[in-house]
C-alpha cells in the first residue's frame, strides 16, 4: 500500500519561512509527478506547485518567487520551501504524487494534509 507521509507545517510570523516535507513509502515502481496543494477554509484545493519526473516544475502565480518544490528521486520524497510567507498562504498543505506500483498500477496519492499557519 501506498503512502504519503507529510512533515513540517506549523505556525510562523508573515515574512517567515517553513519546509515541507513529503515521503512516499510502499511497492513503488516509478512516481510521475509529485507536488502540493492547498485548502484554506471556505475555498477550494487549489495547486501550490508540482514538479515532473524530469525536470518540468509548475507553480501558482501567487508563489512565484516565493515557494520552491524540489524532489529526491532515491529517497522517494518532495519538499516544499516556502519563504516570504504571508497571511493568505494559511491553509491546510497537502502531498499529491502520481505513482505506479506494484500492486495498483498508475494512480494518485494524497497525504493527510499539515495545517500552515502565517500570523501577521
Known amino acids: 500500500q501506498v503512502q504519503l507521509v507529510e512533515s513540517g507545517g506549523g505556525l510562523v510570523q508573515a515574512g517567515g519561512s517553513l519546509r515541507l516535507s513529503c515521503a512516499a513509502s510502499g511497492r513503488i515502481i516509478s512516481i510521475n509527478a509529485m507536488g502540493w496543494y492547498r485548502q484554506a477554509p471556505g475555498k477550494q484545493r487549489e495547486l501550490v506547485a508540482i514538479i515532473s519526473s524530469g525536470t518540468n516544475i509548475n507553480y501558482a502565480d501567487s508563489v512565484k518567487g516565493r515557494f520552491a518544490v524540489s524532489r529526491d528521486n532515491a529517497k522517494h520524497t518532495a519538499y516544499l520551501q516556502m519563504n516570504s510567507l504571508k497571511p493568505e498562504d494559511t491553509a491546510v498543505y497537502y502531498c499529491?504524487?502520481?505513482?505506479?506500483?506494484?500492486?495498483?498500477?498508475?494512480?494518485?496519492?494524497w497525504g493527510q494534509g499539515t495545517q500552515v499557519t502565517v500570523s501577521s
Open positions: 499529491y504524487a502520481d505513482i505506479s506500483d506494484y500492486v495498483l498500477g498508475k494512480r494518485n496519492y
